[in-house]
């Protein structure tokens, strides 16, 4: 069975910083497009960052200069640095990743269980 597991969520003050990580696991042939998506209360499911197989990256507007996503494909993972974080950052991230799983090669969406974060003094 094919797993995302994020960690590292928390409690941190505005202006501090955190690294998010998301390990896949299980029968995985390939990982193309890795990202993160956020959730606030009350509010719909959004698009942190992308990161592609070959390195490219995508943010939200929101977020641009204060994280930076990257990977390591020998170890199935993305990581997402978060710096200088505001209170509106508070909300429970979800990892995602579009990988080739077995046994049949099939080319799947997967979702994490999700990670809270929350900025708060």
């Known amino acids: 069975q094919v797993q995302l597991v994020e960690s590292g969520g928390g409690l941190v003050q505005p202006g501090g910083s955190l690294r998010l990580s998301c390990a896949a696991s299980?029968?995985?042939?390939?990982?193309?497009?890795m990202g993160w998506y956020r959730q606030a209360p009350g509010r719909e499911r959004e698009l942190v960052a992308q990161?592609?197989?070959?390195?490219?990256?995508n943010y939200a507007d929101s977020v641009k200069g204060r994280f930076i996503i990257s990977r390591d494909d020998a170890k199935n993972t993305v990581y997402l640095q978060m710096n200088r974080l505001q209170p509106e950052d508070t909300a429970v991230y979800y990892c995602?990743?579009?990988?080739?799983?077995?046994?049949?090669?099939?080319?799947?969406?997967?979702w994490g269980r999700g990670t809270l974060l929350t900025v708060s003094s």
């Open positions: 995602n990743a579009f990988m080739i799983v077995g046994p049949d090669y099939r080319y799947l969406e997967h």
């Open positions: 299980g029968s995985i042939f390939s990982i193309n497009d």
């Open positions: 990161i592609t197989k070959s390195g490219r990256t």
